[in-house]
């Protein structure tokens, strides 16, 4: 038994056509030339055809930002300039600037997209949290990949864009493509959402994987750091704090809370004992590392912890650096999504999507 | 070993600030008073104040139609006026009105939103149709729970709706409450679609679950029937129409094709085997009843028809009335969307967030 084995009729592949024929010329100015960073500059560049055939979107790089410096150039940064974005090369490119910083570039033009991906810190929130005041302030539409600035100033900034009818998209800085604000925000609209259940950390969920198999912790932890999934300080994902900032930036935006990270109670992995594992294993079960937010009379309770889940959960399934989230619904049922690449291109793809967003319709 | 038992700091609850305080009145006609229509009538009446709070939207209902007939009122059908849609006591309202029909009725008023909730037939599409034509001429946004009218001629409707820069929502005629356009059209967006593969069909995948665990095929469906999940002819649903249908209005709309039933090759359940359900289970392996399109050289295949699936492929934990989907992208990796309410509630859900969606930003 398989599936149909005759050939089928077959559609022509047709691009999806634009309403209307208009193409919108949009700046770009992008802090930040790490991973994520890089892969957006090439992620852009790849999509530049199918962006303008399908979303009438012609986006120009304008100004491209490292912490000493940047490129800069009103007709549009090409992709010779760009010179791979190689580290040494970058400065000696005619349109490198050195000491160029977002404060003193986004407001001489625009409006356009401001895309942050420079690496926040998690307490302060800074640079990126005063790059992104910066942008809102000046009339830029804002998309980031850095959690920090939303956490220090969740309200503040989106205030911020509200006022300034801007958009502010932060699906990268969530779960990457894995597309849990979306489906929180957009497809669930009109529906209360009673409970939101994550596996939103993929070092993490792959070390328990990893140990669920009989590894133990020290020898999963290793394991992810030689294949690159976990950073050589695992201190933020291990204990259960990237978690709990994801789980936050999500409650915040689909239940319309005002949390902070001393609102969530978290508990990381490094007490799970591989015997835990095992056993678990034994009665078909599993344990992951789970974000938590549910309602407890009339309040929300907010939690990040291990927790022992059977056959019939939706995140059951979830393994390896595989991550997944669940929302319990009053009309639509128990609504999951699990997937979405967790690599730097899969999040470049997050911000082009929110990008995307900002000018649809 | 269990989730965190301290007690956690709580957030408040805070319903969603809606930028801006403008309400805006939309008007409402309904066609179709059968499971979903009057589900949808009942949701949109308690959802009236998260409407108005978190969506700015005010909904009246103008009209509600029947085959025979219907209610109209310029200044807003109110809950009494509906009198719980009993069937008998509907006529005796004093708003009701015998032959009021769909073509007399829209374009009397409006713009509003033209609610599609009658049981279109699946070769001809009429009457819902004739319904959608009317009412995107007559400048009324369209919503809508029928396949029938998209199947019968999905460019000229989404075509007609463009050109008079209208909206048209089918979430609820693809797999209702899970939100399989959403994800495809708005969480991709930017992502190019490699693959779509999905167990659309609520109907099949319980009788095929029920066979697994040992029930012959005649019982597995009664056993559908006497719970309401199968209709008493489930020639459709079983012999894979209604997911041929599903998956052709998901892949028109995420990959600008232009299919019709005739590409899409079909085989439905009623072949399979309880020894083949047996000896796939015994395998550790599940048969389900899957729609795929996906790209042979330059060209798309679609079809319909029971797979072996094993422990790995993101839909095996997809069990009994539930739905799930699986999107292959060249960006973003796999996303797999599972879950969502079928029943007329479901559906009620999905129509309102499309004419939230209609409205939003």
């Given at each position: 038994l398989k599936g149909p084995k005759e050939k089928g009729t077959m559609g022509e592949p047709a691009p999806r056509?634009?309403?209307?024929s208009a193409v919108e010329r949009v700046l770009i100015g992008v802090a930040g030339l790490g991973h994520v960073g890089k892969a957006f500059v090439g992620l852009v560049q790849d999509k530049a055809d199918s962006l303008r055939t399908r979303f009438g979107l012609d986006l120009k790089f304008w100004a491209l930002l490292k912490s000493d410096g940047g490129l800069i150039s009103d007709s549009g940064i090409s992709l010779e300039d760009l010179a791979g974005l190689d580290q040494s090369r970058l400065t000696l490119s005619p349109l490198w600037k050195t000491g160029l910083g977002v404060e003193d570039v986004l407001?001489?033009?625009?409006p356009g997209v401001f895309v942050d991906c420079t690496p926040s810190n998690?307490?302060?929130?800074?640079p990126g949290l005063a790059y992104i005041r910066t942008a809102l302030k000046a009339g830029w539409h804002v998309v980031t990949a850095g959690k920090g600035p939303l956490v220090a100033d969740f309200e503040g900034l989106r205030g911020l864009a509200r006022d300034n009818h801007l958009g502010l998209g932060f699906s990268a800085a969530t779960a990457a493509a894995l597309p849990a604000l979306d489906i929180g925000?957009?497809?669930?609209?009109g529906a209360d959402v009673l409970s939101i259940e994550g596996i939103l950390n993929g070092t993490s969920n792959f070390i328990l994987t990893q140990m669920g198999e009989g590894a133990p912790y020290e020898v999963a932890l290793k394991l992810a750091q030689v294949r690159g999934?976990?950073?050589?300080?695992?201190a933020l994902d291990v204990g259960g704090w990237d978690t709990a900032v994801k789980l936050l930036l999500i409650a915040n935006s689909v239940l319309g809370l005002g949390l902070t990270r001393g609102d969530v109670q978290v508990e990381g992995?490094?007490?799970?004992?591989p015997e835990d594992l095992t056993q678990a294993r034994r009665k078909g079960r599993a344990i992951k590392l789970i974000g938590r937010i549910r309602r407890e009379g009339d309040r929300w309770r907010a939690e990040v912890g291990p927790v022992s889940i059977d056959?019939?959960?939706?995140?059951?399934?979830?393994?390896?650096?595989n991550k997944g989230i669940t929302f319990e619904t009053d009309t639509m049922g128990s609504v999951t999504v699990s997937g979405g690449k967790s690599d730097p291109r899969g999040a470049a793809a997050a911000l082009l999507k929110d990008i995307i967003h900002v000018f649809r319709k």
């Open positions: 056509a634009l309403a209307g407001p001489r033009s625009g998690i307490q302060t929130g800074e925000v957009h497809s669930l609209a999934i976990a950073e050589p300080n695992p992995i490094t007490g799970v004992r056959r019939t959960h939706p995140l059951f399934g979830v393994e390896g650096t």
